[in-house]
Nanobody
């Protein structure tokens, strides 16, 4: 059984930084493409960032480019989302997800492509 557990959420002020972590167990992390999604109150869940198996490629939604960085440490089974220059509109529940299938370049931003999901963590940015 594969489990995905996020940590590192919290309440911060605009302009602050936060690092979310995600630990995967039950499957070798290097076999998974990993992504972060978020869901703000009253909105649909949206793609935030994705990283390929060994970290050679990363992708971001436009609203976080230059502020967020996704990374991974396969030896530790951990994936990270470094969030800098946070804005109130970044407030959301952030979820980590893993995908075992091929077709990364056409599917990395589709939540239906991901197989494993964490419970999510709350990130609140006050103005």
């Amino acid at each position: 059984q594969v489990t995905v557990v996020e940590s590192g959420g919290g309440v911060v002020q605009a302009g602050d930084s936060l690092r979310a972590s995600c630990t995967v167990s039950g499957r070798t992390l290097s076999s998974l493409v990993m992504g972060w999604f978020r869901q703000a109150p009253g909105k649909e869940r949206e793609f935030v960032a994705a990283i390929t198996w060994t970290g050679e490629s990363t992708f971001y939604t436009d609203s976080v480019k230059g502020r967020f960085t996704i990374s991974r440490d396969n030896a530790k089974n951990d994936v990270y989302l470094q969030m800098d220059s946070l804005k109130p509109e970044d407030t959301a529940v952030y979820s980590c997800a893993g995908a075992r299938s091929s077709g990364f370049r056409t599917n990395y931003n589709r939540e239906g492509w991901y197989d494993y999901w964490g419970q999510g963590i709350q990130v609140t940015v006050s103005s």
